[in-house]
């Protein structure tokens, strides 16, 4: 299963080619996970979310200052390179200013016909957050059947919803095998679940993950497991630290990110008025640091995990230059270590320095296994 | 008319003594020590002796270069006006290839770009902000690493099998990948490759920032390492021309509008 | 060397009416728990006439010009950085920021003239905005430390991130959702502090902002004249008053004294800058700590009339039908009740110039533009501000537009409240090169 | 060599046998390899003692220099590789040092090697490398109990040295030295990274400022972001220095005069700190593998 999964990742842009060609429908881009892909489903739309290559973008430098992340350069220089020519629009959901310049600037220099903002709210914590959401959807459903010359029905929002819930909750069911002593999933192949499931279409991701699920009782990974760590922070589709991380006698046994359980952790709850019931869950979702104020449920959200996975160590990562995830490490950090999960800081970039990784990986493992034997 | 240019860059002082603006008489360069002044004074002294002429035989000199106030009105060389390099770079490319529209000129500290307009005059430019500076340096630092020379790098660089994607954002952020690479077994001959993408790349930034017009010529320092001008090419994804004498072509400039300010008065 | 007009200068009469209305207020802030007052702490652009209507003793020093102040006295904010940094928050984070969370670790209060207090004011409330990603995280650590300190403070922020069209008017459904966070603020305020709430005391304050930063919008607009009356470096201590006190009496009285002094120097023809020759805008923050590089500009003749940050960030604006950016026009009259006072102070306040940058960089764009047209501008000095990724987000693309309207532009990267980044010697060599390739001489050493 | 082309940056490399040691009476000969990113470093004790070492350039392949500075430390001993029981590698290059047995990071080499030169009663290592700086906690023991590593833009402090030795023409050395001979300490270059550093020292020295006062300047800045990491991590007494810049007197005495606290002396070669940990945890792993521990 998870070498489909791979190839998806490695091959999205012929996935999803091959795909519009099968369905002829079309396919949009987005950024960031607030996005409602509820709707894109309901209107036959594959979403397809846009990440970067982590090689040095620097195409994109007459059009974001380099002192912004990585990864909002990365998504860019992508675009500019004519890797998602494929695409028929992009959508962002409103969340760091960021990734607003990538939506920007691909919207002002690369052709595409359709370029759509929601504005989700940041006031996530208000009452008056929903009601908010639930006007800008309606736009953005309006907008969506200008384009597409399409009605979207409830029974097409009632069929968007149920492919979503169904993709989250079966990856959160593979995710419960992560609390084993001996995880029959490593964090590698959790993290390549969840980014093929935001590249690939829902209801055929879901089959190979019900499939899956048949087969994860009987999984043997025969590896030692070693120390049981916790990945939080940034965005992050780094796949090669993760391998490399899993090799020196540990295992990610859970995740506070975008592109794992953040993404998979709320459902919709069904009512009468869809609009409504798609608008609570990205409000009430597990937020990004950029909407989580005043209060900090995104680190309780973390520590709760951390307890649930039994973790013993956390790596806490920033992209450099990321304010929202940047400003919350001392009190994520003091969080965790409350309940005693030490945790170490990591500065992450384009490309990412190994050999000074591995050292600080290596000295983080022998401080939590305290080279007992050797003292 | 004889005239001389003067170009006090970061690490070498460059001369040119120029005959009527056109057929250049001699050339002569040395490294910047603690005395600009002195250091400056020594190299224009030696260009004079191999022409075998007189400083009174110079009937106007122009300074130019990172140092060019450390020499303004002190004799011998006494330059008659002063110029910012973004200037000179542009009159010296311009004499050269005419049809030059973009400049890029890489020294030892710090990288330039330049649109020139019509008679070689200049419509915009971006000089490397601090992050981005000190390519020429970094080249010299990593060939130590290397126990390589440090001519040998841009050959070494040529003979890669491999392009590994590195940091172009900063020397600090690239020297960590090179750590990395010298203990991960890689080729010498693979990273040398991956510091002068870094090293383009970080130089290709700055000038896409002012845009790229045809044709593109590279001057400075740095034009003489094969092993830059490729990867520069690619990250621009255009043709370079690289004139004769690359390094000189700052002072060269300088020596032109000596002419042009004799011309005026 | 060309005859350069020298036009008369003469020092502002007003200049240290404003350093003591600034100075008295920092003392009453800190004061204010001695008198029975209430100390709150939020940013510039929060809705500081809300709070207002609690009494006349209800003072804030806002977060953004405080980190400005800081950033001016350098060991100081040296200091805040590195306690800021041990206590591991990364340094790429806003400046203003770390300058504000550095003097709560160093428990260390600086007053606008320099002098450091001991004791860090704790606010008895934070009434903030939100519009930059940093803006309700910056007091939701800033609660964090106090907390660790032993000082619970209460804290309500209003998201106004409901995005700015160009050129058309902001929905109902966005006014609204606004206008619901500061009415339901108005009770958590009675909650928190205990005191009954006086809607005439809003009514006040809303009129008084409203034609506080009409007025700002005004004084900015007189820098059309030649010679232009103020230099930018002078606006920095004026229109900060502004930023501080937009909701009070005596800053519509400044104003008002303030405009009427600049009329007088234009009719005069006394200019900021005696040999002003060429004129050039800059934008966002300047590097707080260099502002020596106003000094050197003015060697070349070369004044700076402001930018859009001075004009726009408290500065109130409208595009008029014939297509001019001019002062907003005042509502038709005085408002009279709660709901009215802040109806009407939404209203006025979705059109702030730097909330539309937020979401379409060719707002922006077209606002200098503007300026470069209307104040007769001849060159736009771009601030790339590692320090604030709120007002450079889009920055490269406002450079963008300005070159393809043929405007010169000359970018420098820096940082306008941690001075370590900012590289002088190296700015400065390139600004002077950018000045020669204007044909521009120095004029005198 | 004229003055010009002398290259102000390169150390000089070293070994020494300890004389009245033997090791033919020795039960365990083991030894520690510590490849940095700029220095490498070879140990060998017998049982638990000092007997022989090596310190020279990493050069651009690192396995290499594994085997040469492990042979340079042997030179003369009459000892060879297969005398010797156990090898742990450590440093940058530690997965290519060939016949180490086992690979032990430098974090937890450099705390307990420093509890070897120092003693026990050393609670906080400091660690400035070529190309990492190292903030370590520790027990009696010489254990780990936290550490922290500079972040990306604060690298390259001790190459950055090597690089600043060769811009103001002074061998480093002695950069160190002639930094201290200045009367008042001049505010210091900016911190933020080697790049800005380097780049105000040469503007510096062309406004005329002396060489002292740079290099002052200079080590001061360094000093500055290292004590950022030291308080981030914590400081406890004793407090040592370890790695090949604690030699450098320009940033020792510093740290002493800004941090408030003097770092013990050490009595043995402060680079040695990760090799003799390494060989000594050789020894705990060869006495667990012939069933003494």
């Not at chain 1, 979207?152 to 169904?166: H, Q």
């Not at chain 3, 402001?306 to 409208?318: A, F, N, Q």
């Amino acid at each position: 299963m998870f070498t489909t999964f791979r190839e998806w990742i490695d091959n999205r842009h012929e996935y999803a080619k091959a795909w519009k060609q099968k369905t002829e429908n079309k396919a949009v881009g987005y950024f960031c996970t607030y996005v409602p892909e509820e709707i894109l489903y309901a209107a036959n739309i594959l979403p397809v979310r846009i990440l970067g290559s982590h090689e040095p973008p620097t195409v994109t430098e007459p059009y974001i200052f380099a002192m912004f992340c990585h990864l909002c350069r990365d998504c860019l220089a992508q675009g500019l390179k004519g890797r998602f020519d494929y695409i028929d629009g992009i959508v962002e959901g409103q969340s760091c200013l960021h990734l607003r310049q990538a939506f920007n600037a691909w919207r002002l220099h690369i052709p595409t016909d359709f370029a759509y903002y929601i504005h989700v709210p940041h006031g996530v914590q208000s009452p008056h957050a929903i009601p908010f959401l639930t006007q800008e959807l309606a736009k953005f459903k309006k907008a969506l059947e200008d384009w597409t010359g399409k009605k979207i029905t409830n029974e097409d929002l009632d069929r968007g919803i149920k492919a979503m819930n169904k993709n989250r909750e079966l990856m959160r069911k593979v995710y419960e095998y992560r609390k084993l002593d001996n995880p029959k999933i490593t964090g590698l192949e959790a993290m390549e679940m969840v980014l093929s499931s935001q590249m690939t279409d829902k209801d055929e991701h879901s089959k190979l993950l019900e499939k899956l699920l048949e087969e994860l009782p009987s999984r043997n990974l025969n590896r030692n497991p070693g120390v049981r760590l916790m990945i939080i922070g940034s965005e992050d589709d780094d796949r090669v630290f993760m391998k490399n991380v899993e090799a020196l006698g540990a295992t990610f046994v859970m995740d506070e990110h975008c592109t794992g359980s953040r993404y998979i952790w709320d459902d919709v709850v069904p009512h009468e008025d869809r609009l409504f019931a798609i608008a609570s869950r990205y409000v009430n979702r597990v937020p990004c640091p950029s909407k989580d104020w005043p209060e900090f449920t995104r680190v309780n959200q973390a520590v709760k995990l951390a307890k649930d996975f039994n973790v013993q160590g956390a790596l806490v990562i920033q992209n450099k230059f990321c304010d929202p995830h940047g400003i919350e490490i001392p009190p994520l950090r003091e969080a965790l270590k409350t309940i005693g999960v030490q945790t170490y800081p990591f500065e992450f970039d384009v490309t990412v320095p190994w050999g000074q990784f591995r050292t600080r990986v290596e000295a983080f493992l022998e401080t939590l296994t305290g080279l007992a034997e050797l003292f | 008319m004889i005239t001389a240019g003067v170009d006090v860059g970061a690490k070498y002082v460059k001369t040119v003594l120029l005959e009527d603006g056109k057929n250049v008489l001699t050339r002569a360069n040395g490294i910047v020590g603690f005395d600009v002044w002195k250091s400056a004074t020594e190299v224009f002294e030696k260009a004079l002796l191999n022409a075998g002429l007189k400083r009174d035989q110079i009937a106007q000199v122009v300074a130019t270069g990172m140092g060019r106030k450390a020499i303004q009105k002190k004799p011998p060389i006494n330059p008659g006006e002063i110029v910012p390099e973004v200037i000179a770079d542009a009159k010296g490319a311009y004499h050269l290839i005419p049809t030059a529209k973009t400049i890029i000129d890489v020294g030892a500290e710090e990288g330039r770009g330049v649109k020139v307009g019509e008679n070689g005059k200049v419509k915009d430019f971006v000089i490397n902000e601090r992050c981005a500076a000190g390519a020429g340096t970094f080249i010299e630092t990593m060939a130590r690493a290397l126990e390589v020379g440090v001519k040998d790098m841009g050959p070494l660089a040529l003979k890669a099998t491999k392009a590994i994607p590195m940091n172009a954002q900063c020397c600090v952020f690239a020297e960590s990948e090179v750590v990395t690479l010298i203990h991960s077994k890689v080729s010498k001959e693979d990273i040398a490759k991956a510091i002068h993408d870094a090293m383009a790349g970080r130089i290709a930034s700055m000038v896409l920032r002012l845009g790229v017009e045809k044709d593109v010529v590279l001057i400075g320092g740095m034009a003489r390492n094969p092993g830059f001008l490729p990867p520069l090419k690619k990250e621009l994804n255009t043709e370079i021309l690289v004139p004769e004498n690359p390094e000189y072509v700052g002072a060269l400039g300088a020596a032109l509008l000596a002419l042009e300010t004799e011309g005026q008065k | 060397m060309t005859q350069v007009k020298e036009y008369p200068t003469e020092l502002l009469k007003i200049w240290n009416e404003g350093k003591q209305l600034r100075g008295k207020y920092y003392k009453n802030y800190l004061t204010a728990h001695e008198r029975g007052g209430l100390r709150w702490a939020g940013g510039a652009w929060s809705f500081s006439a809300i709070p207002a209507g609690l009494g006349e003793d209800v003072y804030c020093i806002t977060g953004e010009p405080h980190g400005a102040t800081i950033a001016f006295f350098k060991d100081f904010t040296a200091k805040c950085h590195e306690a800021v940094e041990a206590a591991g928050f990364p340094r790429t984070l806003c400046a203003y920021m770390r300058n504000y969370w550095g003097s709560i670790l160093l428990d260390k209060y600086i007053l606008a003239d320099g002098t450091v207090v001991d004791g860090h004011p704790a606010p008895d409330f934070i009434w903030q905005d939100h519009i930059c990603c940093s803006h309700g995280k910056w007091y939701q650590v800033a609660r964090w430390l106090e907390e660790k300190k032993g000082r619970k403070v209460p804290m309500y922020c209003v998201d106004v991130s409901v995005g700015y069209p160009m050129d058309k008017p902001l929905e109902e459904y966005k006014i609204n959702y606004i206008f619901q966070q500061l009415n339901d603020g108005i009770e958590w305020l009675e909650k928190v502090t205990g005191r009954t709430y006086n809607d005439k005391l809003l009514c006040e304050a809303v009129w008084n902002e409203i034609n506080a930063t009409r007025l700002w919008a005004e004084i900015c607009t007189l820098n059309q004249a030649v010679p232009a009356p103020l230099d930018e470096k002078s606006m920095y201590s004026l229109y900060v008053m502004g930023t501080l006190i937009k909701h009070r009496p005596e800053c519509v009285a400044f104003y008002e004294k303030l405009k009427a002094e600049v009329e007088g120097r234009v009719r005069r023809g006394i200019a900021a800058v005696a040999n002003e020759r060429f004129r050039v805008i800059t934008d966002t923050q300047p590097p707080w700590g260099f502002l020596k590089i106003f000094r050197e500009m003015e060697k070349y003749g070369v004044v700076s009339l402001g930018s859009l940050y001075t004009y726009g960030l408290i500065g109130m604006w409208k595009y008029r039908p014939d297509g001019t950016w001019a002062p907003k026009e005042l509502p038709p009259r005085k408002p009279q009740t709660r709901e009215e006072a802040v109806r009407m102070i939404v209203e006025w306040t979705v059109d702030r110039p730097e909330w539309a940058h937020f979401y379409v960089p060719e707002a922006k764009t077209k606002m200098i533009l503007s300026i470069v047209k209307q104040w007769k501008v001849d060159a736009v000095l771009l601030h790339y501000n590692r320090g604030c990724e709120g007002l450079s987000v889009h920055i490269a693309e406002n450079r963008h537009g300005l070159v393809e309207a043929g405007v010169p532009v000359f970018p420098f990267e820096g940082n306008m409240g941690d001075e370590r980044e900012f590289d002088f010697p190296g700015t400065l060599a390139r600004l002077t090169t950018f000045f020669e390739s204007m044909e521009l001489k120095k004029l005198k050493e | 060599m004229s003055e010009k082309s002398r290259e102000f940056w390169r150390w000089r490399e070293y070994r020494h046998t300890q004389p009245d040691m033997d090791w033919h009476e020795a039960k365990m000969v083991t030894a520690g390899v510590d490849i940095g990113s700029v220095g490498s470093k070879a140990v060998v004790m017998l049982d638990g003692k000092l007997y022989a070492y090596s310190v020279m350039r990493t050069g651009g392949v690192s396995e290499e220099t594994a085997i040469k500075v492990t042979n340079w430390a042997l030179e003369g001993t009459g000892l060879k590789n297969e005398n010797v029981h156990y090898v742990v590698g450590t440093g940058y290059g530690r997965v290519n040092v060939p016949f180490a047995k086992r690979t032990i990071t430098e974090i937890a080499c450099h705390a307990r090697g420093a509890h070897y030169i120092y003693g026990p009663t050393v609670r906080t290592v400091l660690d400035i490398g070529g190309q990492d700086c190292k903030a370590i906690r520790c027990d009696e023991k010489g254990k780990v109990m936290s550490f922290l590593m500079n972040d990306k833009c604060a690298a390259g402090t001790g190459r950055g040295l090597e690089v600043f030795a060769d811009l103001i023409r002074v061998s480093i050395e002695e950069v160190g030295k002639v930094s201290l001979n200045v009367t008042k300490e001049p505010p210091p270059v900016s911190n933020t990274c080697v790049i800005f550093a380097k780049a105000e020292s040469v503007a510096l020295l062309r406004q005329g400022w002396p060489k002292e006062k740079v290099a002052a300047a200079y080590h001061l800045a360094m000093v500055n972001r290292i004590i950022d990491l030291l308080t981030k991590v914590g400081i406890e007494k004793d407090f040592v220095i370890t790695g090949g810049v604690a030699k450098n007197i320009g940033i020792a005495s510093r740290l002493e005069t800004n941090l408030g606290i003097k770092p013990l002396e050490p009595k043995l070669d402060p680079i040695l700190a990760g090799a003799i940990g390494a060989a000594l945890f050789a020894k705990a792993l060869y006495e667990k593998q012939i069933g003494l521990r």
